[in-house]
């Protein structure tokens, strides 16, 4: 293991993630209203976000395991052509690989969140093989567009409910699943995953897919409209939360040496 991942990535930032603060802009931006210190992530067992409990008409839509070469730059045109903000949880090791592709993403308005260093199922992992891989990801992210991720998507969901408390306690990262699953990746087709996602969207909807399918990426253009067709608004994953913009969160980027 290189000097670079064997240094741990602490954020400074974590007990600043239930201050008055974060409440107050999430209120003030007229976002949904923030969990800080009351909504799913400290109340629950397990620090988890699968919905957001709100009114207003806003989704997420969350694409998994890229950034692809060819596939995202493609998905990308279609978001910039509706003006639509999206999250992606890139893979670590594709995010070293392609680090112009989260550039742009940047550049153009969207969220960035940690999908493992390799894709591991987490199940049966130690805790610091969790941070390690969760580390090595925040890490490759920074290095390409000088922020991290402040959300986590373990790979199938497989995170046990200690550990996502533990990520959460010691990262401040919560873990994001979905509240809606086109299961595009059992390559239903295009026409498909489009219905699945139009039909089943509702207020509050975290909307997974996966930009690594070519037949998810030619579902999007009628996904999104036809999402928006209905009436919702697109929004970024932090938006959704009611947190401050991922980007510009004053997180203190700390590096260990253990
Ligand atoms: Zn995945």
């Known amino acids: 293991m290189s000097d670079l991942h064997r240094r741990t990535v602490i954020f400074g930032a ?52 890229g950034p692809h070469p060819n596939l995202t730059p493609q998905l990308l045109d279609m978001l910039r052509a509706r003006g639509i903000r999206a999250t992606f949880y890139v893979i670590g090791r594709n995010a070293a690989r392609f680090p112009q592709i989260l550039q742009r993403m940047v550049a153009e308005g969207h969220e ?42 373990p790979p199938y969901g497989n995170l046990y409910d200690r550990q996502r408390l533990m990520l959460f306690e010691t990262r401040g990262m919560p873990t994001v699943l979905w509240s809606v699953d086109p299961l595009d990746w059992q390559r239903p087709g295009s026409a498909v995953v489009s219905q699945r996602i139009i039909g089943s969207s509702h207020s509050g909807a975290v909307i997974l897919a996966h930009d690594i399918h070519r037949a998810t990426v030619r579902a999007m253009p009628s996904a999104l409209d036809g999402v928006t067709g209905r009436g919702f608004r697109f929004a970024t994953m932090s938006e959704l939360i009611g947190w401050p913009r991922w980007d510009r969160r004053r997180l203190r980027l700390v590096e260990a040496t253990s």
């Open 14 to 65: 974590v007990a600043g993630l239930a201050t008055p603060f974060v409440a107050q802009s999430a209120l003030a931006q007229g976002m949904p209203r923030s969990f800080a210190g009351r909504g799913p992530i400290t109340r629950g067992e397990a620090a988890t976000i699968t919905r957001i409990p709100t009114a207003q008409p806003l989704v997420a839509m969350t694409f998994d395991d």
């Open 112 to 153: 960035i969140g940690n999908h493992t260093w390799s894709h591991p199922s987490l199940h049966g992992h130690s805790d610091a093989s969790v941070l390690s891989q969760v580390d090595r990801t925040n890490r490759a992210v920074y290095d390409a567009v000088g922020r991290p991720p402040v959300t986590m998507r």
